[in-house]
T-cell receptor, first 114, second 113 residues
Framework: SAVISQKPSRDICQRGTSLTIQCQVD?????MFWYRQQPGQSLTLIAT?????????ESGFVIDKFPISRPNLTFSTLTVSNLSPEDSSIYLC???????????FGSGTRLTVV | GENVEQHPSTLSVQEGDSAVIKCTYS??????FPWYKQELGKRPQLIID?????GEKKDQRIAVTLNKTAKHFSLHITETQPEDSAVYFC????????????FGKGTSLLVTP
């Protein structure tokens, strides 16, 4: 299965600033996704990162707040903009290449906004 | 969109007993159903999955059953061990909706020695 490297693993940011999270996959993959996991909660899909085109956002998530890039089939970034304490959470990327292989997750980024 | 319901939210069993976690889904087009185990501070790890053309799948102490008519699927863990203690998430995916996984709310499983 593919291996995803996600960074940073954690960060503490001032409100009003932005944080960019990177995910690098060790092989070309078809689909990449970004999730948010608040403490003690489940994973909520933010968006599907589309290679070469705009990401597809889920209800409640907008591009201005969560801009996503996916310049190629192995790399994606998520930026969380204009940070507020409510953005404190764990953010995870995920990938899948084919239905037979399942989905793997990055190690997560723990964001604390102060 | 897809809505996945998961029960129970917490489950406590004695070591050696079986544990069963159940999920229902709303979208009849969903065709892939994985289960993830997440230990504290770690990423979710796939433990077993099942596709819509199969009714049951087993891997050692872990099994998953799927009832497409009733739109529910279950995780069965036999001979539980303390290291099975973790949060378990079910999920569903529909290739017609972009393949993204929609997760249940999770079950916190505690196996006591």
């Amino acid at each position: 299965s593919a291996v995803i490297s996600q960074k940073p693993s954690r960060d503490i940011c001032q409100r009003g600033t932005s944080l960019t999270i990177q995910c690098q996959v060790d092989s070309q993959v078809t689909m990449m996704f970004w999730y948010r996991q608040q403490p003690g909660q489940s994973l909520t899909l933010i968006a599907t990162a589309n290679q070469g085109s705009e990401a597809t956002y889920e209800s409640g998530f907008v591009i201005d707040k969560f801009p996503i890039s996916r310049p190629n089939l192995t790399f994606s970034t998520l930026t969380v903009s204009n940070l507020s304490p409510e953005d404190s959470s764990i953010y995870l990327c995920s990938e899948t290449d084919s239905k037979s292989r399942g989905y793997t997750f990055g190690s997560g980024t723990r964001l604390t906004v102060v | 969109g897809e809505n996945v319901e998961q029960h129970p939210s917490t489950l406590s069993v004695q070591e050696g007993d079986s544990a069963v976690i159940k999920c229902t889904y709303s979208d009849s087009a969903s065709n892939y159903f994985p289960w993830y185990k997440q230990e504290l501070g770690k990423r979710p790890q796939l433990i077993i999955d099942i596709r819509s053309n199969v009714g049951e799948k087993k891997d050692q102490r872990i099994a998953v059953t799927l009832n497409k008519t009733a739109k529910h699927f279950s995780l069965h863990i036999t001979e539980t061990q303390p290291e099975d203690s973790a949060v378990y998430f079910c999920a569903a995916s529909d290739s017609n909706s972009g393949y993204a996984l929609n997760f249940g709310k999770g079950t916190s499983l505690l196996v006591t020695p």
